[in-house]
Structures are given as structure tokens and as C-alpha cells.
């Protein structure tokens, strides 16, 4: 492909995009294809001779869009958002098209300054306490990762590396693999499931420990569980707690859990992947409260900050934790710069890294910080308009008030009620909601996720939430007439009789 060729294939390429995009409430939110669908539409082999760009971009709608799940759907509401917009988009182009690889600061200069800058800008909007920043004057910093899983393991590892270090010290007989083996990290039974995997890749027992009722991680659990390690002869390492966890956007509490980091030498990590975002408005602030006890600190602008993956933010205390843990030098990797500004290589898994604080700069030029906090605020009112829709109808109760931009809710009575509801609304494609339990029971997560859901989106949602609800309590009523006794079984043996709704008994 030639210049020429390149400019015009580019072109067709934005405005097919843009043409997506707006048009996207016209396509159904869920794919109606079968496993296997793709291997049935193209050929076995790749094309000897190459083939027109005209022809290819044709096929993007034929082949690959019957079978795309939209995201950016009105529609959608499953897990969390993924984030995307224009400027996004372009700066996603656009690194592609510079395409360097900046491990060092030699390997492209404005790769590495263009991200301590932008960390600095962003942590400023979270208002994020300065020695986490590039611009303090200690060995604080914020370093782009791939995601919030990344994130995770970079904390975790870089955890384990300071605390043998410490160790080491402390019990000279000992060697660094035994002490490996006795280290132990903690998080909730709520947090993400990419926790429990850094435990699993950084070789160290995660204890999963119990919330309280409102799925908040609370101090003294922490602390019991210390205790109880340390009874053994474990060595606490590091904590991984959560603002806004993945199921119900839950908080743990910081305030508690730090002093039992700082008594016992804890690293902690704070994964607020979804909900750090919000913290650019001031009034959602006071879930962060805790924050500057914190080692490290770690959202997601490619979730809710319209940044499109990947684009993990994570910040630090102290960089140095990080380069002693990673820090693996060849003569091809030094250069005569060094140390007068961060090697990024250095604060992660892989040696190399994209232009990704590019995409993040349009982003936030784009906007305007205003622009960002308006984007959270109108989601965060439509998850109330939704959750009021819950409330007034007697049929449905909410599980938990809603969080941001989530609403948990399930159908009063019995679980089976909401898992039918929930299989009908996957398989009617009209919306896409995910599932989860709270406390042991079954509900339904609807989460304000596109930047084009409007308030009759919402409503939209709603109808057919209802409409699906309607036509499960009509056929359960059949079912209890008629002589299929089994399936009503449940309704009766349900251990709370208040429970029982009204109006799905004869
Ligand atoms: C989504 C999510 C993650 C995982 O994010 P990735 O960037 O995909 O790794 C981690 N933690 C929480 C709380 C999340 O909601």
C-alpha cells in the first residue's frame, strides 16, 4: 500500500467509524451468532496476492459486525464502561502512526515526557496528594499501564521485593526463598477477580476475606487476619483494596484498613479502576478519603474517563520500590540521560510500551476537565433515574442503592424469578445486563456505560426490564394452575414468607 492509497483506505476507515458510531442505537446490542460463525465466512488460507482496501472494509460490516457486541450501545449495561470518544480514537491513530517504542527516555523523548506530564495533570484532577506526583520533588510518580490487572501485579510484586528486602534485614539466617514462601496478601471477597490472579502470578497466598453488609472491606477483618498470620509465622506483604468494587461498587474503607498497613510494614494498593474517575468531581471525593496513606493508587481512564483502551493510571509513592523490584539492565538499554527522567520500563512487566499518553492529552485537551466531569455527572443521574424506576415499582426492590453509575436490583420473591428475568433479557437482545449475587442471592446489575445513553435509553431499559418481568409472572401464574407443580415449588419453599410478592401468587 502506497501513500496515496493509505490516505484514502484512512479516510474511508474514519468516516465508516464515525458513521458507526453515530448510528450505533440503530444495531442490536447483542450478536445473534453462532461459535464457529467466523470460520464459515472466510477462507482457509491467507491470500496469496493482496487484495483491495475497498474490499476488505467491505467486509468489516459483513464479517466481523454481525458478530461485534457494542459496547458503546445505548444499550449496553453490562460490567462496567469502556471508554471511548473522538479524540480517543485519533490519538489512538496517531501513536500508532508515530509507532514507537518508548522503553527509555532516549527511545522517544516525548513518549516518556508527554506521560509524566499527563499523570501529573490527571492526578491533579483527582486531586491526588502531591508525592504521588512526577512533579513533587520525591521519589513519587504515575506511569501508564496496559490495565488495571497490570496494575495489581506491578503493586503486588513490587510489595514482595521491598518486604524480603526488609526481611533480609531483620533475619540474616533466613534465605530470600524462605521468606518468600511465608508472604501473604489480602483483599476482599469483592475485589476484582484480576486480584486474586496477581496473587496467583506473583506466587503469594491472597487471602480473599469477607465484607460487611454494604460489601465494604473494614478494618478490623484486616486486622484479625494479620494477627492470625503473624500468630503463624507468615509475614504480611500487601493489601489490594477497592473503591468501587466489580459486583456492586462497594468502598472499602481506607480510613480503617491503613493504620493496620502502617503497624505491620502492608504495602497498600488502591484499585479504584472503575470509579477513580469520579474523583475529578469534588463531591464524590469522600470515597477516597485515605487515599494519602496509600503506597499506590490505581484507575482506569480507558473505563469511565472516555480514554480508549488501554489506558490504566497508576501512581506511586515511591518509584524506587518499583525500579529495585524490575530494574533489569544491558548495555543496549543504557544511554546518557539516564536518571534524569524515568526510565518507564522500569515501573512495568514489559520492556516495551506504546505512545499511549497521547490519546490521554487529546482526551483531556478535548473535553476540558469541564467537559470530563459533566460526562460523570450525567451518568451518574441517569443510574438515579433508573434506580427511582426501581423503587416506585412494587414488583422489584434495589439490592443496594445504586454507586456511580450502577444500580443493583432483583425481582421481589423468589432468586428464580430474577434468573429467568435475566436469561429472557439475554436472550430477547434488547438490552445487555450482567448477573451477580450479593450476600449469597442472585441480581441484576444495570450500569450506565455509552456516552451516547440518553435518558430514553434508560427508559427504554426499563420497559423491557418490565415487559420481560410481566410475561415470566404471567407464565409462572400458568404454570402454579396448571399441573406442573414443580416449578412453584420453589415459591413455596422459600424460607421468608414476606418475600412472596404480591402479585405472583394466585
Ligand atoms: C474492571 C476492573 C478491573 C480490571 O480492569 P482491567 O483494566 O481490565 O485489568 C480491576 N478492578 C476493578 C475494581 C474493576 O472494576
Redesign the pocket.
Known sequence: MNAEEFREFGKATVDYIADYLENIRDRQVLPSVEPGYIQNLLPDEAPEEPEQWQDVLKDVERIVMPGVTHWHSPQFHA??PTANSYPGIVGELLSAGIGCIGFSWMTSPACTELEVAMMDWLGKLLDLPKEFLNCSDGPGGGVI????????LVALLAAKERTVKRIQKERPEWDEGTIKAKLVAYTSDQ?????EKAGVLGSMTMRLLPVDEKCSFRGSTLRDAVAKDIEQGLIPCCLIA?????GTCAFDSLVELAPVCSENNIWLHV?????GAAFICPEFRHHMAGVEYADSF?F?P??WLLVN??C?ALWVKNANDLVDAFSVDRIYLAHQKQGLAPDYRNWQIPLGRRFRSLKLWFVLRLYGASGLRKHIRKQVALAQTFEKMVVADPRFELVLNASMGLVCFRVKGPESVTKKLYEALLKSHKIYVTAATYAGSYMIRFAVCSRFTEEKDVLFAWKEICDQTECIIAREQNGHTGNSFSKITPWQTTQDPEIIPANATR
Open positions: 460490567y462496567y499501564q496496559g490495565s488495571a490487572s497490570e496494575a495489581s475485589s476484582n477477580s484480576s486480584v477497592t473503591l468501587g468494587t466489580t484499585d479504584a479502576a472503575y470509579a490505581n482506569n480507558h473505563k483502551f488501554d490504566s
